[in-house]
């Protein structure tokens, strides 16, 4: 891709964007053939359109009005933009460039589309400074700008109907505008903003009634002060704390789960495991349910659990399966309320404290899309980890299982359940460049009972050293080629494997490597080296004729996310735009804060 100048960019596109005279009378033909013009120019290969066609309104990124007359939106993200200038387009109101190289400012021309609802420059490099000028945009009810290299202040943008904004990721600096406080956080992170959302700004020094600023010596009195009633407060914590759990007492009822001793009890297991083994190494011992040095059963999160370490290990098990990070139970509770997932971990290359460190991490990642860790256990000879139970199963299951239940799979839970994965994985990774999950596969995908997707096994990847699983790998299918060390993944070696769920969600194939290499982004790529066609859908698929084209659509974003150069990757948050943005055009999706 090129290096562009913004300036270049409004050559290429402000003509497409402005709109027509009244008078003037709506002409796809000509809509066509600019389209046609700029496809040329950038290589027919970038945009995989079926030229016969004798209408646009079908091809990838482009969107014409009911009737058809016009082209009302371009949408052309990771595309390497450079050629000729476009003829104008009829009535546009969206406009996206997101994941390309484009740089420079943002000219006056661009504030005369008044028409425009959605504009998406993120993940470009532009800069300089945010115009006020996007207030005459009245109709703008998306403004994406993240990821570039914008600077300055934020400009106070006054229109109550802007409902999706996002700045992140720039060089922006001063406080946030009130008109902008009702944003969520994460549409500010990785600037030098203060103010409403994010913490507040500081106060500045304001002389004494006196005209006189407390002197140095008065500053460090306070100082000094300070940290002495620190560390008496901690000393006297610390003592409290040796009262309650002195050796040679007994455990105390903590945080309003019942301490109770150890009873042997023989564990009704289908293949035995982890819940048996735990219970052999902790017989004759002591349970304290609230962590420590005690090998208690430690709960995570604002849920309140009724149960104790020794009712775990006397439950009913059933084993799930055996996963790259150990054996998964089905776990009922003698009181029948409670059921749980169990996961005994294999061969943890942690210290206790750097796993007890991890847990705690873990335990903080709170989104709908995410299987909430709700308690883990450690010592020496056992590690659990307790999860929610989904009685639905897994995406794998579902896709390559009984075929018969595939029918319930239909595009629209298909496209909702990418979208879900995608949301809950780009939470992971809003937490900082080094957070990935690093073990993205269709297993990991659970369903509740009406099919909504929660990933799981996130952030183990580092955990433990990987063992054997049965059958083939389900790992290595979905794994980067960049990626040598499985428990050293990076955010876009997720982003691969994501691509890669993409593709099987849409083919219905399943990405396990066996004897015969099978390679699924690159059979994908094989069969649409050309054109697009729909041989590549899974056959459940192919009865949605009338959203065919949005098919097509969601299988692009699954070819872009496995390209094999990790920088020409999106990110997941764009993914998630991207799919956000595809399921509302496809069926009116809302999504869900």
Known sequence: MGWLNFHHLLLLTAAALLLRLPSAAPDISSDRSALLSFRSAIGGRVLLWNVSSPTPCSWFGVTC???????????LPGKSISGRQLSSLTSPHTLSLQNNF????IPDSLFSLTALVSLDLSANNFSGPISPSFNHLTRLRTLYLQDNHFSGPVPDLNQPGLSQFDVSNNNLTGQIPKGLAGKPKNSFAGNSLCGVPLDSCPVEETPAADGRKISGGAIAGIVICSVLGFFLILMLIIYCLCG???????????????????????VETSGGGGIAAAEEKQKGGEEVTGGGKSNGLVFLGKKKWEFTLGDLLRASAEVLGKGTFGTAYKAELESGLVVVVVKGLRDVSMAEMEFRAKMDEIGRMDHRNLVPLRAYYYNRHEKLLVYDYFPIGSLYALLHGN??????LNWETRASIALGATQGISYLHLHGPSISHGNITSSNILLTKTYEPRVSDFLLAGLARPGPTSGPSRVEGYRAPEVTDPRRVSQKADVYSFGVLVLE????????????????????????????TSEVLDAELLRYQNVVEDMVWLLQIGVDCTGSHPDKRPSMAEVATKIEELCRWSFDYTSEE
């Open 244 to 266: 309650v759990f002195g050796e040679g007492e007994e455990a105390q009822e903590i945080t309003g789960l019942p301490c109770t001793t150890h009873r042997e009890k023989t």
């Open 505 to 532: 969600i849409m083919t219905g194939k399943s990405p396990v490597v066996g004897e015969d290499g099978f390679d699924l982004p690159l059979w994908v790529r094989s069969v649409v080296k050309d054109a697009w």
């Open 403 to 408: 075929k018969g239940d595939t029918r319930t």
């Open 102 to 105: 484009f740089s420079g400012g």
């Open 65 to 75: 009005s009911p009737e058809g007359s016009a082209v009302v939106e371009l949408r």
